[in-house]
């Protein structure tokens, strides 16, 4: 019974936080796996959400004109993480968003919904994402997110800042949160 009720889970939520008569963006995911070839931040039209459905020739027109013209910037944004990071999954970290877009948006100028928009998280302070009321215990935490920050914060929020309102219970699987904060950066780079 449980597992036919799992796939409602996200709706429910909303639901419950006011946010159940849209549904969440699903993220685009790069067109290939970063030991492949390098993946690029999503093209598309500036008006619509981040992973809007459109039709699928123009979906792969858009993810090859960016392959083509921001294809080596995602090994530089990669790179540029250091340790681990340039062998990042971008489709994997693509995957592991599906778990955070119910509650976050990436795209440029998004509305924040139960959580603050990411667009340009990494390298960000803390708490500084304007429009967005954020808890006092990760107001007054001092942190900036960088890729250590966010590793320990994706891990167990509710450990890494106690009262924090974030209500994920954390990624364990360290490859999966290399890879969704590699994904996270390409996407959101600004």
């Known amino acids: 019974m449980l597992r036919r009720l799992l796939p409602f889970a996200s709706v429910l939520v909303l639901a419950a936080c006011g ?104 390298g960000r302070e803390a708490a500084a994402a304007d429009g967005f009321n954020y808890s006092r215990p990760l107001t007054e935490a001092g942190l900036t997110w960088d890729v250590e920050t966010l590793d320990h914060w994706i891990e167990n929020p509710r450990e890494f800042v106690p009262g924090n309102r974030m209500s994920f219970v954390g990624l364990r699987d360290a490859e999966d949160r290399r890879d969704v904060i590699g994904y996270l950066a390409v996407e959101t780079a600004e």
């Open 19 to 122: 946010g159940g008569s849209e549904e969440a963006p699903e993220p685009e995911a790069p067109s290939a796996t970063r030991t492949s070839q390098a993946a690029a931040p999503a093209a598309g039209n500036p008006e619509e959400p981040h992973g809007s459905a459109s039709t699928p020739a123009a979906h792969n027109e858009a993810e090859d004109e960016a392959d083509d013209e921001s294809g080596g910037d995602a090994e530089a944004i990669l790179a540029a993480l250091g340790g681990d990071y340039a062998n990042a999954d971008l489709q994997n970290g693509a995957r592991q968003f599906r778990r955070c877009q119910s509650c976050h948006t990436l795209n440029e100028g998004g509305r924040h919904t139960v959580g603050p928009n990411l667009h340009g998280v990494v």
